[in-house]
């Protein structure tokens, strides 16, 4: 091979190997990089972003910066910024995607790429900005243009819109810099209402000023939470006057002092400009602000309407009482107990009677008495002294006693008195009451007998047999079915048995008539009902003069009952069965 040759193959064995060498050291890394991040817009980590520039045609401009991991406005103005809306635009960010790139070069300006929207997020080492032009035909996706790209790309609308807030969005909206739960006590003056709040052991709300009373915990929980958590609706700058905004002599002002002592104060002026909101400010800020008339609206018109009017605590679980005791002015004290399932397990529910005889109590009764105890409601509030000063004796004192602990309440209803009025444990603040709600729980012992003829549980029941106008129904369970006997045999819905099992151990007596035998009567009901245990407990109902009288077998003793069971309760039953064995063999 001459030396010639030998040169130009050199020459070309070096060019070969030149353009390996390029290949693999430039072309294909770039390749590589752009298939590993094909689609992305972003590449920067959102945990890496310290700063973040979204500038927009005509010079709007808006900068944010990261310091010690709060999140600040740094232009058009120095403030603090939202984090929830930061953090959905750099996960925005790290998750929007191109849907396709252009498939022919044109000019910029027909994307609407030469004055664009332009999103920069930048790391310690790194920025990278996005350019977003004009919506497509469809409206769908944005021209988006990554930094150093030659050809826009297509992106959904949905995700770059997430890339733009405006700076309204972008600023922190709160109120006040702390949560809720860091708030121990508050303090509102305005119109007829100046009150202070202390929050309690359990986190309800007591009144200490002007009064010391228990707070309605939903009342008080309204009106506190309606500044705590309310937003700024607009922002005006920082004031030339306060006076053009009534923040010279606020409407109101409400105060939230910390646990560790540190107290915000929101001042409330006048209704700005068309009547969406109240100008507000922070006491000692710089900027006001709007807030949403409902924040005003949650302010009660007086202190009454803040105090807790419930002669009965709602801590007080009445399932956990075990003990009820009344003292009634010139009767017997009447004493009931209930019982439990284990010496430290809850009442299990079964109330007896202990004074001034034992004997088996209602419970259905009693937890009627219970419910209208806690039910009782102020009409309005007398001091302790005022009450002392007339001088009467109480008409009714009320023991509940739960886990050892007793509380007392003492009612005083006088008969020449309108209205009534209840003393509660560990206050100095009588409850004004209706002789109504007192009248609901002036009761003897009499009316927590037991007055159930059939004392048993529907759980237990086994069989049903009721003789109406000569006609039998007969209806058991038999293992996991429901059978009806008598007048034809068919299979039974559970729901129709346990209709008629509910009606008949529903059924209570009125009133006692004391002891005698009953009159012979054509066609009595007769109603017996069996037991898992094999008992069978019989009652034969009968009318006289009107009166539906009913009497248990074996005792001498005739109960009135209600009309409405053996007129209208008892036949509904009893016609429930028909239907729901209609069409079996």
Same mark, same amino acid.
């Given at each position: 091979?001459?030396?010639?040759?030998?040169?130009v193959?050199?020459?070309?064995?070096?060019?070969?190997?030149?353009?390996?060498?390029?290949?693999?050291?430039? #072309?294909?890394?770039?390749?590589?990089?752009? *298939?590993?991040?094909?689609?992305?817009?972003?590449?920067?980590?959102?945990?890496a972003?310290?700063? #973040?520039?979204?500038?927009?045609?005509?010079?709007?401009?808006?900068?944010?910066?990261?310091?010690?991991?709060?999140?600040?406005?740094?232009?058009?103005? +120095?403030?603090?910024?939202?984090?929830?809306?930061?953090?959905?635009?750099?996960?925005?960010?790290?998750?929007?995607? &191109?849907?396709?790139?252009? +498939?022919?070069?044109?000019?910029? $300006?027909?994307?609407?790429?030469? =004055?664009?929207v332009?999103?920069?997020?930048?790391?310690?080492?790194?920025?990278?900005?996005?350019?977003?032009?004009?919506?497509?035909?469809?409206?769908?996706?944005?021209?988006?243009?990554?930094?150093?790209?030659?050809?826009?790309?297509?992106?959904?609308?949905? =995700?770059?819109?997430?890339?733009?807030?405006?700076?309204?969005?972008?600023? +922190?909206?709160?109120?006040?810099?702390?949560?809720?739960? *860091?708030?121990?006590?508050?303090?509102?003056?305005?119109?007829?209402?100046?009150?202070?709040?202390?929050?309690?052991?359990?986190?309800?709300?007591?009144?200490?000023?002007?009064?010391?009373?228990? @707070?309605?915990?939903?009342?008080?929980?309204?009106?506190? =939470?309606?500044?705590?958590?309310a937003?700024?609706?607009?922002?005006?700058g920082?004031?030339?006057?306060?006076?053009?905004?009534?923040?010279?002599?606020?409407?109101?002002?409400?105060?939230?002092?910390?646990?560790?002592?540190?107290?915000?104060?929101?001042?409330?002026?006048?209704?700005? $400009?068309?009547?969406?909101?109240?100008?507000?400010?922070?006491?000692?800020?710089?900027e006001?602000?709007?807030?949403?008339?409902?924040?005003?609206?949650a302010?009660?018109?007086?202190?009454?309407?803040?105090?807790?009017?419930?002669?009965?605590?709602?801590?007080?679980?009445?399932?956990?009482?075990?003990?009820?005791?009344?003292?009634?002015?010139?009767?017997?004290?009447?004493?009931?107990?209930?019982?439990?399932?284990?010496p430290?397990?809850?009442?299990?529910? /079964?109330?007896t009677?202990?004074?001034?005889?034992?004997?088996? @109590?209602?419970?259905?009764?009693?937890?009627? %008495?219970?419910?209208?105890?806690?039910?009782?409601?102020?009409?309005?509030?007398?001091?302790?002294?005022a009450?002392?000063?007339?001088?009467?004796?109480?008409?009714?004192?009320?023991?509940?006693? &739960? $886990?050892?602990?007793?509380?007392? %309440?003492?009612f005083?209803?006088?008969?020449?008195?309108? /209205?009534?009025?209840?003393?509660?444990?560990?206050?100095?603040?009588?409850?004004?009451?209706?002789? +109504?709600?007192?009248?609901?729980?002036?009761?003897?012992?009499?009316?927590?007998?037991?007055?159930?003829l059939?004392?048993?549980?529907?759980?237990?029941?086994?069989?049903?047999?009721?003789?109406?106008?000569? /006609?039998?129904?007969?209806?058991?369970?038999?293992?996991?079915?429901?059978?009806l006997?008598?007048?034809?045999?068919?299979?039974?819905?559970?729901?129709?048995?346990?209709?008629?099992?509910?009606?008949?151990?529903?059924?209570?007596?009125?009133?006692?008539?004391?002891?005698?035998?009953?009159?012979?009567?054509?066609?009595?009901?007769?109603?017996?009902?069996?037991?898992?245990?094999?008992?069978?407990?019989?009652?034969?109902?009968?009318?006289?003069?009107?009166?539906?009288?009913? /009497?248990?077998?074996?005792?001498? *003793?005739?109960?009135?009952?209600?009309r409405?069971?053996?007129?209208?309760?008892?036949?509904?039953?009893?016609?429930?069965?028909?239907?729901?064995?209609?069409?079996?063999?």
């Amino acid at each position: 091979m001459s030396k010639g040759r030998l040169a130009v193959s050199l020459a070309l064995l070096g060019a070969v190997a030149g353009g390996y060498l390029y290949y693999d050291r430039v #072309i294909l890394p770039a390749r590589e990089r752009e *298939e590993r991040a094909a689609g992305h817009l972003f590449t920067l980590a959102a945990a890496a972003v310290n700063k #973040i520039e979204i500038a927009r045609p005509g010079g709007d401009h808006v900068a944010l910066e990261r310091k010690n991991n709060v999140w600040w406005i740094t232009r058009p103005v +120095d403030t603090r910024a939202d984090a929830d809306t930061v953090k959905r635009l750099l996960e925005s960010a790290a998750g929007a995607k &191109s849907e396709r790139g252009m +498939d022919e070069p044109r000019l910029l $300006e027909e994307y609407g790429l030469t =004055d664009p929207v332009r999103v920069t997020l930048a790391s310690p080492g790194a920025t990278e900005t996005l350019s977003i032009g004009a919506l497509n035909p469809s409206g769908a996706s944005y021209y988006a243009l990554t930094e150093g790209a030659r050809r826009p790309r297509l992106a959904p609308k949905s =995700d770059l819109e997430r890339l733009m807030p405006s700076l309204f969005d972008l600023r +922190d909206k709160r109120l006040f810099s702390r949560g809720l739960e *860091e708030v121990k006590s508050v303090k509102f003056t305005g119109g007829a209402l100046n009150v202070e709040m202390v929050r309690d052991e359990a986190g309800g709300w007591r009144l200490i000023a002007p009064v010391g009373a228990r @707070a309605d915990d939903a009342a008080a929980g309204a009106m506190i =939470d309606a500044f705590m958590e309310a937003r700024a609706a607009g922002f005006y700058g920082k004031p030339a006057s306060l006076a053009l905004y009534g923040l010279d002599n606020p409407m109101m002002a409400f105060t939230a002092v910390y646990d560790d002592g540190v107290e915000e104060t929101l001042l409330v002026g006048v209704v700005t $400009e068309g009547g969406q909101g109240r100008y507000a400010m922070r006491k000692n800020g710089q900027e006001v602000t709007r807030v949403p008339l409902a924040v005003v609206e949650a302010v009660p018109a007086s202190e009454m309407a803040l105090r807790n009017r419930k002669l009965v605590s709602s801590d007080l679980n009445v399932y956990d009482i075990n003990r009820l005791t009344l003292w009634r002015e010139g009767a017997v004290a009447v004493e009931l107990d209930r019982k439990r399932k284990a010496p430290d397990g809850p009442p299990d529910g /079964q109330w007896t009677i202990v004074k001034p005889a034992t004997a088996p @109590a209602d419970a259905v009764e009693v937890d009627r %008495f219970l419910r209208e105890l806690t039910a009782i409601e102020a009409e309005s509030f007398l001091q302790h002294d005022a009450m002392a000063g007339r001088d009467v004796s109480p008409s009714l004192e009320i023991d509940l006693t &739960s $886990e050892g602990d007793t509380l007392r %309440f003492t009612f005083f209803c006088p008969p020449r008195e309108a /209205q009534c009025w209840a003393m509660a444990p560990n206050s100095s603040w009588g409850l004004v009451i209706s002789r +109504d709600s007192f009248a609901k729980l002036d009761a003897g012992w009499e009316s927590f007998q037991d007055r159930r003829l059939f004392p048993l549980e529907a759980a237990n029941v086994t069989r049903v047999i009721v003789t109406r106008l000569g /006609q039998v129904f007969d209806v058991r369970v038999e293992g996991e079915r429901w059978k009806l006997d008598k007048p034809q045999a068919a299979d039974l819905d559970q729901l129709a048995f346990n209709r008629l099992v509910w009606t008949v151990l529903g059924l209570r007596a009125d009133v006692r008539l004391g002891r005698g035998a009953p009159r012979v009567v054509k066609n009595p009901i007769t109603i017996a009902v069996h037991d898992k245990t094999g008992q069978v407990m019989t009652v034969v109902i009968r009318k006289e003069r009107g009166v539906y009288l009913a /009497q248990s077998a074996g005792k001498n *003793e005739s109960l009135v009952i209600p009309r409405e069971f053996a007129e209208e309760h008892l036949i509904k039953a009893l016609e429930g069965l028909l239907p729901a064995a209609a069409g079996q063999p």
